[in-house]
């Protein structure tokens, strides 16, 4: 039965954890972190990664295509300790749909919500051995890009609790209409018992 999800966090220094080692995490892949001197090796893993995609705003930078020197480029751009390193969201995916329409849904959504207002999301679609909770893990930057860098200041309208709440209602309809498409008769709603 398809279900709803969608989980909204900041990945944040302060609380111990780096951009860099959650990339890696959601592609399946192992990556140097530059700014720790550390790898993060999660390629063992890659059984339960479906898949993975970047998407960018129109005339981002070439190192913006690939995880580590994108990732890599947001861990040494932020000089705090406590520093917000990006966003990620959880979404649910139907099981009734297959992975490439599970993919295709999250992808189509994250192009429309996040890159086009400024953000970089690298989409990883996962689906565990048992098949009973596939979902799409989005790691989205915090900061837009400025020429071949981040920009100074992040657009703090992206932390908004209104746009968190169109987000949910957005990828319901998504969901929804990805379900509709493949002929499905399931339905979900974002709103709470």
């Not at 498409?181 to 709603?189: D, I, L, S, W, Y």
Request: include cysteine; hydrophobic fraction near 40%; charged fraction near 30%.
């Amino acid at each position: 039965m398809a279900i709803f999800r969608l989980e909204a966090k900041i990945i944040s220094r302060g609380s111990g954890h780096s951009a860099v080692a959650a990339a890696a995490y959601r592609t399946g892949t192992k990556i140097r972190d530059e700014r720790a001197d550390k790898i993060h090796d999660y390629s063992s893993r890659t059984k339960g990664v479906v898949g993975s995609v970047i998407l960018r705003p129109d005339n981002s930078p070439e190192w913006t295509a690939k995880t580590a020197s994108l990732w890599n480029a947001v861990e040494l751009g932020e000089k705090r300790k406590d520093a917000q390193l990006s966003r990620e969201f959880i979404l649910a995916v139907p099981r009734e749909l297959s992975s490439k329409e599970q993919f295709e849904a999250a992808v189509e959504w994250a192009q429309r919500e996040l890159v086009s207002k400024g953000m970089i999301a690298e989409v990883s679609l996962h689906n565990p051995r048992s098949g009973k909770n596939p979902h799409v893990h989005i790691l989205a930057t915090m900061r837009t890009i400025d020429g071949d860098k981040f920009s100074a200041k992040k657009p703090r309208e992206w932390n908004d609790k209104g746009l968190l709440i169109h987000w949910r209602e957005s990828w319901c309809a998504a969901e929804n209409a990805a379900l509709e498409k493949a002929g499905r008769p399931e339905r979900v709603t974002h709103r709470s018992l």
